[in-house]
């Protein structure tokens, strides 16, 4: 800010904290996101275990299937955190109070305790509802959760930053994010699909690369480009 | 009129009379004549036109991400213009690619889309530049088009590459049988073009460049015109 | 008849006459195009310096 020339890690620190907690309680307290997440994910199951109360589906599409409920409830709530302050008017307020990158981490893990939150509610509730849906190697599958949520998280926060200042953003959020995660959603994919055979961590080395990095590289190119999409 | 648009103008009537006339015969004895391709045959014409569109429309996109950086860093709306005709351009190109690659699949694998890797990194381009242009037409104010739609555009190049090495990946875990020639990359990277295919080849590849390059210089007058009138008009009124 | 016999039975000479045209249609509006263009600049040069 004004004065200050030299990095003080302890004021940015408070700051990206500051937005995080700002942004989990008014969460907690409105649950705008979280309904909308769980809303979503119950429609969506449902209509999934309508459809195959007497086909046997093959565990392939039941991965795929997961990760498609993933993706369309991820982009039913992710975009909140940035989409409110344009609503409610808060943009400038947070442009006094802390540095773009502060805001951007905050609302960074903002969404990443909510993609944390949405993942376990679908694999649970997949995983209890769904017969075909046999998990053979924990190892691969939660490594895959755990990595796929980090990458989703991060490509969604930066893509609900730029959607935020533009007009139709509803509808405009999963056409801009579906080719940046296309990368992400197919190598999650594959590892589910690994984890749902009798595979050793060894054998999905290729997609944990793979995850590992685009988080890497998301986040950096994100976190780079955040201040040119906060400023205005 | 410069000499290159009418040069292009030859040259590429040179390619497209070569590509398509040059007898394909099993024992290649003069330069005039191209070595058959066994599987392809005739059809193998069409990677005179068919890759080189495909290159271009990747060209496109590079210069449509460069211009992008070039307007973050200097926020000269000229860069915008150039990123984002350049970006409509790759949008024609890559309709054309993937037009004319499913009618190549059709002859030659049996089906229109296989999406086999090839075939789905030329989708994400479509859908890269659908966003893109989803993006433009919803934010009114000049400056922030600009600036989102170059965030975007990086945000894209950077996740794109990410396509070379999922690609071999998916083709070996989705399909468990062999499809016949699973080049599943198509036959461009895997068999050797005789020397006079790839001269004709490459000199597809320069043509279409240039062609580009031209309708993007065509692109950019018109878009520096219109921008004159409307000053001209503010200026008046 | 000799011509449309030859004509049908090498037939990728028809594909490469259909090209030509093709590809003189779009050249030609090109060329056009951007001599539209530069009668418009010019135009706008000479009103610059009549300024």
């Known amino acids: 800010m004004a004065g200050d020339s030299k990095f003080n890690f302890a004021e940015w620190l408070r700051s990206a904290t500051g937005v995080f907690w700002k942004d989990f309680r008014s969460e907690l307290r409105t649950r705008y996101a979280l309904n909308a997440l769980v809303m979503f994910v119950v429609t969506t199951l449902s209509i999934v275990l309508f459809s195959m109360t007497e086909e046997n589906v093959a565990v392939d599409v039941l991965a795929g299937i997961l990760w498609v409920v993933i993706f369309f409830s991820a982009m039913s709530g992710l975009s909140r955190t940035f989409v409110n302050e344009e609503e409610r008017g808060t943009v400038m307020t947070l442009h006094l109070l802390a540095s773009p990158s502060a805001i951007f981490f905050g609302k960074l893990f903002v969404n990443l305790a909510l993609v944390f939150f949405l993942n376990t509610l679908v694999v649970v509730l997949y995983l209890l509802l769904i017969n075909g849906f046999a998990i053979q190697s924990y190892g691969i599958f939660v490594l895959t959760l755990l990595l796929g949520s980090t990458g989703l998280a991060s490509a969604a926060t930066i893509i609900a930053a730029i959607i935020a200042k533009a007009n139709t953003k509803g509808t405009l959020y999963p056409v801009l994010s579906f080719p940046i995660l296309l990368p992400l959603l197919l190598t999650v994919m594959n590892g589910t699909k690994l984890a749902t055979g009798p595979a050793s961590l060894s054998d999905a080395a290729v997609e944990f690369r793979i995850l590992i990095s685009y988080s890497v590289v998301v986040t950096a190119a994100s976190y780079l480009l955040f201040e040119y999409v906060w400023k205005d | ?237 | 008849m000799d011509f449309y016999k030859f004509l049908s039975q090498n037939s990728l000479y028809v594909v490469l006459f259909v090209v030509l045209i093709i590809w003189a249609g779009i050249y030609s509006y090109l060329f056009r195009l951007d001599r539209r263009l530069r009668r418009a600049e010019d135009q706008v040069e000479k009103h610059h310096h009549e300024r």
Request: zero cysteines; proline letters at 5%; a neutral charge.
């Open chain 2, 1 to 237: 009129m410069e000499w290159w648009k009418i040069g292009v103008g030859i040259w590429l009537t040179a390619v497209f009379a070569v590509a398509l006339s040059f007898p394909i015969v099993p024992e290649p004895k003069h330069w005039y004549e191209f070595p058959v391709i066994p599987g392809l045959e005739e059809r193998a014409r069409i990677i005179f036109f068919h890759v080189p569109v495909a290159w271009t429309t990747v060209v496109a996109f590079l210069v449509a991400l460069w211009n992008g950086v070039k307007y973050l860093r200097t926020m000269d709306l000229e860069a915008d213009a150039a990123s984002s005709n350049s970006a409509g351009l790759g949008l024609l190109f890559a309709v054309l690619a993937t037009v004319t690659g499913s009618i190549w699949a059709r002859f030659s694998w049996g089906s229109f889309w296989n999406w086999d890797p090839r075939e789905t990194s030329i989708f994400v381009l479509l859908l890269i530049y659908g966003a893109y242009f989803a993006l433009r037409s919803a934010i009114e104010s000049e400056e922030r088009r600009a600036r989102l739609s170059a965030v975007y555009a990086i945000i894209a190049g950077v996740t794109a590459p990410f396509f070379v090495f999922i690609m071999p990946r998916i083709m070996t875990g989705l399909h468990p049988g062999s499809r016949g020639d699973v080049q599943g990359s198509g036959p461009v990277v895997q068999f050797h073009m005789a020397p006079n295919m790839l001269l004709v080849f490459f000199a597809a590849l320069i043509g279409f460049t240039v062609l580009f390059a031209w309708m993007m210089e065509i692109r950019l007058r018109t878009s520096r015109l219109e921008l004159h009138f409307m000053n001209a008009d503010s200026e008046q009124s």
